[in-house]
């Protein structure tokens, strides 16, 4: 646990240098201050914003809309069964108005959390699929992972969203000026350097929060076959849906542009097409050696999950 926290501490304060040494480039470039105290307050500053804001951008971006237990008692039953398990407060509970199959955790502090799953998600797992996935969101909670994740994740959600704005929508291609094509690009450079912390930091997490669905009583099986769901979910969506959901990929429990390319590999686990993997199948698993190529290794690389065969034989690995 100390290790995964250690790495999120470490992977902020590089970010800290990244924000740090924009708001210098920024400064000398129209303020002509030199002064190093001025840039340190000024990036301090944003990091507040960010530790301020970034749950609101999350809701916003997701159309989050919370609930009461009126609406959804299943829903509600599950978490609070879950959060006492995991001795850790009852999160507030949202759901994501996408049809996106999924599920994410959020939130400044553990007395803060927010669980939230997407309207496409309750209508893909059965009840016992859904509650496997909730305990890899409320263990997001108790290693206290989400709050590094949402301060590292805003940055480069805002870069994207500038990026695409001034790249494609800001202007008719014919009367976008150099200025804001030179925008553009300097913010999805930002973009992509930030995000790959971003995308580390996610990988690291995700093992964690396996183990830990485990640790609160939840079948390898049955969130193996959760994140099977999800993937193939996934795959059927439109790329306009997943592209909506671009920036925040890395609160999710599969990467969703990921799940084409996922699908071929996990249908080979379900051998009986029943759509799910039973335990006989995970555990035909836990004896086979996956090796991964360099292409599989350069597109794990640059995504927010851990390859989907590699993370579900992990699971095959788990015992209750």
């Given at each position: 646990?100390?290790?995964?926290?250690?790495?999120?501490?470490?992977?902020?304060?590089?970010?800290?240098?990244?924000?740090?040494?924009?708001?210098?480039?920024?400064?000398?470039?129209?303020?002509?201050?030199?002064?190093?105290?001025?840039?340190?307050?000024?990036?301090?500053?944003?990091?507040?914003?960010?530790?301020?804001?970034?749950?609101?951008?999350?809701?916003?971006?997701?159309?989050?809309?919370?609930?009461?237990?009126?609406?959804?008692?299943?829903?509600?039953?599950?978490?609070?069964?879950?959060?006492?398990?995991?001795?850790?407060?009852?999160?507030?509970?949202?759901?994501?108005?996408?049809?996106?199959?999924?599920?994410?955790?959020?939130?400044?502090?553990?007395?803060?959390?927010?669980?939230?799953?997407?309207?496409?998600?309750?209508?893909?797992?059965?009840?016992?699929?859904?509650?496997?996935?909730?305990?890899?969101?409320?263990?997001?909670?108790?290693?206290?992972?989400?709050?590094?994740?949402?301060?590292?994740?805003?940055?480069?959600?805002?870069?994207?969203?500038?990026?695409?704005?001034?790249?494609?929508?800001?202007?008719?291609?014919?009367?976008?000026?150099?200025?804001?094509?030179?925008?553009?690009?300097?913010?999805?450079?930002?973009?992509?350097?930030?995000?790959?912390?971003?995308?580390?930091?996610?990988?690291?997490?995700?093992?964690?929060?396996?183990?830990?669905?485990?640790?609160?009583?939840?079948?390898?099986?049955?969130?193996?076959?959760?994140?099977?769901k999800l993937v193939y979910g996934s795959a059927r969506m439109k790329p306009e849906a997943l592209r909506?959901?671009?920036?925040?990929?890395?609160?999710?429990?599969?990467?969703?542009?990921?799940?084409?390319?996922?699908?071929?590999?996990?249908?080979?686990?379900?051998?009986?097409?029943?759509?799910?993997?039973?335990?006989?199948?995970?555990?035909?698993?836990?004896?086979?050696?996956?090796?991964?190529?360099?292409?599989?290794?350069?597109?794990?690389?640059?995504?927010?999950?851990?390859?989907?065969?590699?993370?579900?034989?992990?699971?095959?690995?788990?015992?209750?």
């Amino acid at each position: 646990m100390w290790s995964l926290q250690l790495r999120m501490w470490l992977l902020l304060t590089i970010l800290f240098g990244f924000i740090y040494a924009l708001v210098v480039i920024v400064g000398k470039s129209f303020l002509h201050v030199g002064d190093f105290s001025f840039y340190l307050i000024i990036s301090l500053v944003l990091m507040f914003v960010q530790y301020m804001i970034g749950p609101k951008i999350v809701e916003w971006t997701m159309r989050v809309k919370y609930i009461k237990r009126t609406d959804n008692p299943r829903l509600f039953q599950m978490v609070d069964s879950l959060a006492s398990r995991a001795n850790i407060p009852a999160p507030k509970i949202g759901i994501a108005q996408i049809e996106l199959p999924n599920a994410f955790a959020f939130g400044r502090s553990i007395g803060d959390g927010r669980v939230c799953v997407t309207q496409g998600i309750l209508n893909l797992l059965s009840d016992e699929e859904l509650k496997a996935v909730l305990g890899h969101e409320l263990s997001h909670l108790k290693n206290r992972d989400v709050l590094a994740i949402t301060l590292l994740s805003v940055i480069p959600m805002v870069m994207y969203r500038i990026a695409w704005q001034f790249l494609f929508y800001g202007r008719r291609r014919d009367e976008r000026g150099p200025n804001t094509v030179l925008i553009g690009l300097a913010a999805f450079i930002f973009y992509f350097l930030t995000n790959l912390l971003v995308l580390y930091a996610s990988r690291i997490r995700e093992y964690f929060a396996d183990r830990g669905s485990i640790a609160l009583g939840n079948h390898p099986s049955t969130l193996a076959s959760s994140l099977y769901k999800l993937v193939y979910g996934s795959a059927r969506m439109k790329p306009e849906a997943l592209r909506e959901s671009e920036g925040l990929k890395a609160f999710f429990v599969n990467d969703p542009s990921q799940a084409r390319t996922e699908i071929k590999e996990l249908a080979q686990l379900d051998l009986d097409k029943s759509g799910t993997i039973d335990p006989a199948e995970l555990d035909m698993l836990r004896n086979k050696n996956i090796r991964l190529n360099l292409g599989d290794k350069l597109m794990e690389l640059l995504s927010t999950h851990p390859n989907m065969l590699k993370r579900i034989k992990r699971l095959s690995e788990y015992k209750i």
